[in-house]
Nanobody, 129 residues
Framework: QVQLVESGAGLVQAGDSLRLSCAAS????????MGWFRQAPGKEREFVAA????????GYSDSVKGRFTISKDNAENTVYLLMNGLKPEDTDVYLC??????????????????????WGRGTQVTVSS
């Protein structure tokens, strides 16, 4: 089972940028599809961005499309989320997730939290207005 640890938490102002990292251990992420979600207290996890096992396909929620970029560095065994043009409504705990893939699913990415069996503990992003 892969273990995931997020980092990059911060308190920033609206319009600023922040990069989150998700470091994996125990398995190589070259065989995993990865995703970023966010969650507010008492609310369900919300899809933010996802990347396929191959790294060639990505998907984003409408609320972050054009502002956030997900990427995968297999050599570093790390997934990143670059967040530009941050807004106060982006304030949340951001969680990294992983789903083991195969040769048949290497181009797929997943937007539902139920598709991911492995999760990190999250990192807090706070955007002030």
């Amino acid at each position: 089972q892969v273990q995931l640890v997020e980092s990059g938490a911060g308190l920033v102002q609206a319009g600023d940028s922040l990069r989150l990292s998700c470091a994996a251990s125990g398995r190589t992420i070259s065989t995993y599809a990865m995703g970023w979600f966010r969650q507010a207290p008492g609310k369900e996890r919300e899809f933010v961005a996802a990347i396929s096992q191959s790294g060639g396909n990505t998907g984003y929620s409408d609320s972050v499309k054009g502002r956030f970029t997900i990427s995968k560095d297999n050599a570093e065994n790390t997934v990143y989320l670059l967040m530009n043009g941050l807004k106060p409504e982006d304030t949340d705990v951001y969680l990294c997730a992983a789903r083991s893939g195969s040769a048949y699913t290497r181009t797929l990415y997943y937007t539902s939290p139920t598709a991911y069996p492995s999760w990190g503990r999250g990192t807090q992003v706070t955007v002030s207005s």
